[in-house]
């Protein structure tokens, strides 16, 4: 006959099993978590902080760090998330040519639902994040994107580019989506007293090197972060549009985390696009 003691630590020793379990299942949670947030601002000022696996161009390693660019052009590494890692708010478009022009500026435009907002971004500082977004804007990657982030105190930004929010309402999710690669930063202010002045375009990141995706935010007031997100060009256009957004508020639903919330004054992307670099 099995003692009661004896019952009792058994007892005890499935309940400890169990817990143990159940802790592994949240780790193992959170990490996936962690891996969705990656292309958000919020792991800096935003979107909690994450990483990205990521050192090399997967499946050809040896090509991607030997082969020298020709004249006029950059080598770049879009480092492809594994497909294990992927939830289902990464849009896969396939990926940019490793070889960059960095000579040239492109216009981009951002068609929305409240006017046109365009860019001076110029390839000879970003050609790696320019081919990205050029490759983006030509798969229709942003088409019908909801600016899901505004932040009024401190940083000021309106963060964009995600391209699963998308529809009626806000989700959870929204602000976790990206592309299915990333790639390193490029063109930090890391000389420039603020690092990101009103009318700046950079990309969100993880706060970890190599994590730059597809989101990115409009500075529409001097902006004291870190100089750790690629500067990608400059607003020539339709800042107005971004003010009216701003002087509308946010929804509060950012605030437990890094601050901000939802526009309450909904701007879509219905089209963006990138010109052929000019000069």
Not at 1 to 28: D, N, P, V
Not at 55 to 63: E, I, N, P, V
Not at 181 to 190: D, I, M, S
Request: include cysteine; hydrophobic fraction near 35%.
């Amino acid at each position: 006959m099995t003692s009661t003691r004896e019952r009792q630590r058994a007892a005890a020793r499935a309940r400890l099993e169990k817990e143990m379990a159940e802790r592994a299942a949240r780790a193992r949670k959170r990490r996936q978590t962690q891996a969705i947030v990656g292309a958000s601002l919020a792991l800096l000022l935003v979107v909690a902080g994450t990483v990205w696996l990521a050192t090399s161009l997967g499946g050809d390693d040896d090509k991607t760090t030997t082969d020298a660019a020709a004249p006029g052009q950059s080598q770049c590494a879009y480092t492809e998330l594994p497909t294990d890692q992927r939830p289902k708010q990464i849009k896969d478009v396939g990926l940019p040519a490793n070889q960059q022009s960095n000579t040239g500026v492109q216009t981009m435009t951002l068609d929305t639902n409240l006017g046109q907002i365009t860019a001076r971004v110029d390839r000879s500082l970003v050609p790696c994040t320019a081919g990205s977004f050029t490759h983006l804007a030509e798969k229709n990657f942003f088409d019908n994107s909801k600016c899901h982030r505004l932040v009024t105190e401190g940083i000021k930004v309106l963060q964009c580019g995600d391209p699963s929010a998308t529809g009626k309402g806000w989700r959870d999710t929204d602000g976790t989506g990206g592309p299915s690669y990333r790639l390193a930063e490029e063109n930090l202010p890391t000389d420039k007293r603020p690092p990101y002045p009103e009318g700046v375009i950079a990309m969100a990141n993880s706060g970890q090197p190599g994590s730059t995706g597809s989101q990115f935010f409009i500075v529409y007031g001097d902006s004291p972060l870190d100089p750790n997100y690629t500067v990608l060009g400059t607003v020539t256009g339709g800042m107005n549009i971004v003010q009216d957004v701003a002087k509308a508020g946010d929804d509060g639903a950012f605030a437990q985390q890094a601050g901000g919330g939802h526009p309450k004054k909904e701007i879509v992307i219905k089209k963006l696009t990138m010109s052929a670099p000019q000069g």
